[in-house]
């Protein structure tokens, strides 16, 4: 993969390099445990957090948002994520994925599949 590649690859995933930037300095201030569940978080997003640049680039920010107001505030982690944090996560993930690549991929399906029956704007032919 190509340097012009790779960067095309991380502004998909991450966004703007200077908000990235900023978001990891922002994480790293937090103590450690707040930064150790930021830091899983964010591994478990890079993989499974289906959103583009500009909305991951967001999430990330709200992300840090909310951790740094925890820890500010005392807050427990548990209290922050509760029992699940996949559901958690997978929650974030869905207030940010409108306009997200899977959303998008989702809505040709459904399209396709609707021209491939002959259905005109969801309405059977």
Same mark, same amino acid.
């Given at each position: 993969?190509?340097?012009? &590649? $790779?960067?095309?690859?991380?502004? $998909?995933? %991450?966004?703007? $390099?200077? #908000?990235?930037? @900023?978001? $990891?300095? #922002?994480?790293? !201030? =937090?103590? +450690?445990n707040y930064r150790t569940a930021v830091d899983a978080i964010e591994r478990y997003l890079m993989?499974?957090?289906?959103? /583009?640049?500009?909305?991951?680039?967001? =999430?990330? &920010? /709200?992300?840090?948002? =909310?951790? +740094?107001?925890?820890?500010?505030? &005392?807050?427990? %982690? #548990?209290? %922050?994520?509760?029992? /699940?944090?996949?559901?958690?996560? /997978? @929650? =974030?993930? #869905?207030?940010?994925? !409108?306009?997200?690549?899977?959303?998008? +991929?989702? +809505?040709?399906?459904v399209s396709g599949i609707a021209r491939a029956a002959g259905e005109d704007e969801g309405t059977?032919?």
């Amino acid at each position: 993969m190509s340097d012009a &590649e $790779k960067s095309g690859f991380f502004a $998909k995933v %991450i966004g703007d $390099k200077r #908000r990235w930037r @900023a978001y $990891k300095a #922002r994480t790293r !201030q =937090l103590p +450690e445990n707040y930064r150790t569940a930021v830091d899983a978080i964010e591994r478990y997003l890079m993989f499974f957090g289906a959103v /583009d640049g500009d909305s991951a680039a967001s =999430l990330f &920010e /709200d992300v840090a948002d =909310l951790f +740094e107001r925890a820890a500010a505030d &005392e807050t427990p %982690i #548990r209290d %922050i994520v509760g029992e /699940d944090p996949v559901e958690f996560v /997978d @929650a =974030l993930v #869905r207030n940010y994925s !409108q306009g997200g690549y899977v959303t998008r +991929e989702r +809505e040709r399906l459904v399209s396709g599949i609707a021209r491939a029956a002959g259905e005109d704007e969801g309405t059977p032919s």
